[in-house]
T-cell receptor, first 111, second 117 residues
Framework: LAKTTQPISMDSYEGQEVNITCSHN???????ITWYQQFPSQGPRFIIQ???TKVTNEVASLFIPADRKSSTLSLPRVSLSDTAVYYC????????????FGAGTRLAVHP | EPEVTQTPSHQVTQMGQEVILRCVPI?????FYWYRQILGQKVEFLVS????????KSEIFDDQFSVERPDGSNFTLKIRSTKLEDSAMYFC???????????????FGPGTRLTVT
């Protein structure tokens, strides 16, 4: 499983765009990049998944450069409710695989 | 929207006692998982379960732990003789798990907070 590195914490303000970058230098050909979100005392929640280029859904965008050694989760116009821990995971596609969580990035959104 | 449910939300037990944590995965899902999160630490994989048997387990999942799918809806985690260090939030998850779908999404329940005294 590819090791990931992401900032321990970030601060932002309501209405701003937040970009969280994750490094995964050893990503394998079959690996997908997936981001989960976790609020305090809740289970992680899937946000977005991608393999290359750009993926967008109603919650976020995921930017993956051609070499796939990093990825950036972009949250447009954050609100206080986006305060959470965000995890970048890299692994083979297929929900049958275990998820290996790192420490994640603790995002604090301020008024 | 379908969701994973877990009971109880909070379980307090004494060291050495047996506990059973219960989960109802999403009905059409085929793969089931247990994870745990000790307070302030990262989420850790315990075990995955498919086709009525364990697919993979971590080093944490020793002989004190067992999983079962006793009927068509429930998925349980049993800890035979709890230790203080078993105190954690335990999350159940399930996935549709198609090898061709490319989806990595697992759906997590709200968790059971286990406190061992």
């Amino acid at each position: 499983l590819a090791k990931t590195t992401q900032p321990i914490s970030m601060d932002s303000y309501e209405g701003q765009e937040v970009n969280i970058t994750c490094s995964h230098n050893n990503i394998a050909t079959n690996d997908y990049i997936t981001w989960y979100q976790q609020f305090p005392s809740q289970g992680p929640r899937f946000i977005i998944q991608g393999y290359k280029t750009k993926v967008t859904n109603e919650v976020a965008s995921l930017f993956i450069p051609a070499d796939r050694k990093s990825s950036t989760l972009s949250l447009p116009r954050v609100s206080l409710s986006d305060t959470a821990v965000y995890y970048c995971l890299v692994g083979e596609a297929g929900g049958y695989n275990k998820l290996i969580f790192g420490a994640g990035t603790r995002l604090a959104v301020h008024p | 929207e379908p969701e994973v449910t877990q009971t109880p939300s909070h379980q307090v037990t004494q060291m050495g006692q047996e506990v059973i944590l219960r989960c109802v995965p999403i009905s059409n899902h085929l793969y089931f998982y247990w994870y745990r999160q000790i307070l302030g630490q990262k989420v850790e994989f315990l075990v995955s379960f498919y086709n009525n048997e364990i697919s993979e387990k971590s080093e944490i999942f020793d002989d004190q732990f067992s999983v079962e799918r006793p009927d068509g809806s429930n998925f349980t985690l049993k800890i035979r003789s709890t230790k203080l260090e078993d105190s954690a939030m335990y999350f159940c998850a399930s996935s549709e798990a198609s090898r061709t779908s490319g989806s990595y999404e697992q759906y997590f329940g709200p968790g059971t907070r286990l406190t061992v005294t």
